[in-house]
């Protein structure tokens, strides 16, 4: 497989959400990486998918939360977050924010 370099600002952009942008800036079968922007008061509804979910908060807040109040946490920029296989999980931008996320494996819905 060649490797190569995508620029986030060469990614493709989806408006995934009203308020969210996502850029798969690489990926192979078996994990993604994926640039995020959401603006305050967007959110995503709760969700799961196979993939684990590795993430980073690069500029702003968030708040991730789940089916039981103990999973409710927030991440700040520098703030990392790992969220398992199949456990439901949402999030809201307390403000506008920017982060990052791995999948493992790749999420085929995501992929351009």
Known sequence: M?????ATAHAISVATLPGMVRRPVGYN???MLCH???KKGAAIPLHSHDPVQIGMCL???LRFFGVNPGDEFEASAGDGYVI?????HGLSAIEDSTYVEVF?????????
């Open 84 to 88: 398992a296989a199949n456990k439901p």
């Open 104 to 112: 493992c494996p790749a999420r085929d819905d995501y992929k351009d």
């Open 59 to 61: 500029v702003g807040k």
């Open 36 to 38: 995020f922007e959401i």
């Open 29 to 31: 079968k078996h994990a």
């Open 2 to 6: 060649k490797q190569k370099s995508i």
